[in-house]
């Protein structure tokens, strides 16, 4: 069993909106730090944004004020809400869990299987 199922990308035009969820299972889903990673062609995988059980956020730059990651303790599911999106922002998505801020993004805790962003110009 997958630990963490992502959903919710696609093709959307420059301007539009996705929201990805991130379903967790298997795991006690409120011991975790979730964060939403992204890996353009090419690149590196970086990070978007993280969250605490406790809803303390972080973002990187270029998703502030655009992104908005949250989270449901009683659905064990994380989410990305983008809005404006851009034709740099396509890329895999990925959900990642880890036990601390210093652990995300590690391959001590877990990695969904990612979902496509394309974003037309």
């Known amino acids: 069993q997958v630990p963490l199922v992502e959903s919710g990308g696609g093709l959307v035009q420059a301007g539009g909106s996705l929201r990805l969820s991130c379903v967790a299972s298997g795991i006690t889903f409120t011991a975790y730090v979730f964060g939403w990673y992204r890996q353009a062609p090419g690149k590196q995988r970086e990070l978007v944004a993280g969250i605490t059980s406790g809803g303390s956020v972080r973002y990187v730059d270029f998703a502030e004020g655009r992104f908005t990651i949250s989270r449901s303790n009683l659905k064990n599911t994380a989410y990305l809400q983008m809005n404006n999106l851009k034709p740099e922002d396509t890329a895999v998505y990925y959900c990642?869990?880890?036990?601390?801020?210093?652990?995300?993004?590690?391959?001590?805790?877990?990695w969904g299987q990612g979902t496509q962003v394309t974003v037309s110009s």
């Open positions: 990642n869990a880890g036990l601390s801020w210093s652990t995300l993004g590690t391959n001590s805790g877990y």
